[in-house]
């Protein structure tokens, strides 16, 4: 007969255990949930990753940089745990594609009751970042030891994965009417969420960011410490070379921005699959001067970065609530982005940014020239941001998950 974890009455949270299951302990997840295990008595955390990312550790191809993400020292950072928290791998072997990625739920649900058996974790409540496959695994766990379940739908996860075809719409729809509660990031994920057949109550809950790393530092410094200009106008943005991020149109935007003046260097940092396909269009278009591919850096870095430029551009074709957007309020740094996801929700004056359309190079380029003439009140987008501190977004997931016992 299984060992169930330890279920009773208590007074608090301080008295519970949380099991988290994840897609990566890094970013915004990890924050999350470090965040909300001062609240518990003691936190697991469950980790999704795959053996296959390994391989391109001893063996590099440049189509496959995009494994260089999966990899466990990427996918866990134990750097500033919680003493009360325990991280586990649970590696799943797929293939990455679609009919493999169906049968994920399954296999993660069986790969957590494993390490759960294996590290004798007790959890009184279980809270999924992701529908899928962290959130079917959830689900599952709901079922089998009869605890709450709280999912988190971040961003592609509730605006894309259901609506791809009826068979995943059932699958999204299955893990959010099991859950007892679901947060969600943004009220444009409401609405999509709302085109579902789902009875589940939901609370929209903005990411955050680490106040303790993301504030303002002096920007000469940052920049010599990075080994930046000081007599230039500094862009950056920050973000995976995918498509989704749309890259490829803040480059096309910066050859408009040329025309106009040429005291402006752009730095792209992060790494991924659309690298060489960057540096080619840079290239291209005579750019190589104005627009930078940095790789990616530690997050630790992040903060140099975001302090080091005049304005900080993400030209995104979706997003669910992006991280970097708090990161550079935080840092007094006014934003330029799109209007996608829950992006308008908090640039919600020009005060702290200019937004333009998706895919609209010329639109990006005319918001990237005024921000660069426009002097900004940083102190005040600093305050705007404080709202937005894990801190204060962790004390609004601790009611949800009161209130579930």
Not at 130 to 146: D, I, R, V
Not at 209 to 223: G, I, L, N, T
């Amino acid at each position: 007969m299984d060992k169930k974890p330890a279920v009773g009455v208590f007074l608090d949270l301080n008295e519970k255990k949380a099991l988290f299951l994840l897609q990566s302990y890094n970013n915004f997840q990890k924050e999350s949930v470090n965040s909300t295990c001062g609240y518990f008595k003691e936190c697991s955390a469950l980790v999704r990753s795959n053996p296959i990312s390994e391989i391109h550790k001893y063996v590099r191809i440049p189509f496959l940089a995009f494994l260089d993400n999966f990899k466990l020292d990427y996918k866990i950072d134990l750097t500033n745990i919680p003493s009360n928290l325990r991280v586990y791998p649970t590696p799943i072997l797929y293939a990455p594609i679609n009919s493999q990625y169906k049968k994920l739920g399954q296999k993660h649900f069986d790969v957590a009751e494993k390490a759960i058996k294996e590290h004798q974790i007790e959890f009184d409540l279980v809270h999924s970042h992701f529908t899928w496959s962290s959130g079917h695994a959830g689900a599952k766990l709901k079922e089998k030891y009869g605890v709450p379940f709280v999912v988190t739908g971040h961003g592609y996860d509730i605006y894309e994965q259901p609506f791809k075809s009826d068979e995943w719409k059932e699958k999204i729809e299955y893990v959010l009417n099991s859950a007892d509660a679901i947060i969600t990031v943004s009220h444009s994920n409401l609405a999509c969420i709302r085109k579902l057949d789902v009875k589940t109550p939901v609370h929209v809950l903005p990411n955050g960011y680490r106040s303790d790393q993301f504030y303002q530092m002096d920007m000469e410094k940052c920049r010599s410490t990075l080994g930046l200009p000081l007599d230039k106008k500094i862009i950056v943005a920050v973000g995976n070379l995918l498509k989704i991020k749309g890259h490829r149109y803040l480059i096309e935007a910066m050859a408009e921005v040329v025309r106009h003046r040429t005291d402006v260097v752009c730095f792209i940092v992060g790494g991924g699959a659309l690298e060489k396909e960057l540096k080619e269009q840079i290239r291209a278009t005579g750019l190589q001067d104005y627009v930078k591919l940095t790789g990616s850096k530690p997050h630790g870095e992040i903060p140099l970065w975001m302090n080091a430029c005049d304005i900080f551009v993400l030209p995104s074709l979706n997003e669910g609530n992006p991280t970097v957007m708090f990161e550079c309020l935080g840092c007094g740094k006014p934003f330029v982005g799109t209007r996608v996801g829950g992006v308008p929700e908090i640039i919600v004056s020009e005060d702290y940014g200019l937004l333009t359309d998706p895919e609209n190079p010329a639109g990006l380029a005319e918001k990237i020239l005024s921000a660069l003439d426009k002097k900004w009140d940083k102190a005040k987008i600093k305050e705007y941001s404080s709202q937005f501190t894990w801190a204060e977004i962790a004390k609004n997931i601790a009611e949800i998950y009161k209130g579930l016992f």
